[in-house]
């Protein structure tokens, strides 16, 4: 089965520059468990191609994905400025990326979990 970037209608706000992967009838996530916290600053490249990995485990007999992608890594505390005037607060560094079958998620306790992720060019 080939790996599919799916993308929302573009009038829909909060899907825009995200894309949710699909391989034959699944759907993927990113969860904390396996990609650290705040997915919400995790990008997928544009130009990734997906692995396609063996489950261990609760994922025994099923496939996961893993592609490039980045993370930016800051260390800005709760007391830090809201907003940063021409410089991004933090860099991307490298990041390899796994998703999981979108319906296994609720069996691997508390953590952030997301279908819709960021995509961004090199």
Request: proline share 4%; with cysteine; hydrophobic share 35%.
């Amino acid at each position: 089965m080939q790996v599919h970037r799916v993308y929302g209608y573009p009038k829909v706000r909060n899907l825009a520059g995200k894309v949710a992967i699909e391989r034959g009838p699944l759907i993927y996530c990113l969860e904390e468990v396996d990609n650290g916290t705040e997915l919400h600053n995790v990008w997928l490249h544009a130009d990734s191609r997906f692995s396609l990995v063996d489950g261990t485990g609760l994922f025994k007999g099923k496939i996961l994905l893993q592609a490039d992608g980045a993370r930016l890594q800051h260390t800005q505390s709760e007391e830090a400025a809201l907003y940063h005037y021409d410089k991004l607060p933090g860099q991307l560094e490298p990041q390899r990326l796994t998703f999981i079958p979108w319906f296994s998620w609720a069996n691997r306790g508390d953590g952030e979990m997301r279908i819709w992720i960021n995509e961004r060019g090199r």
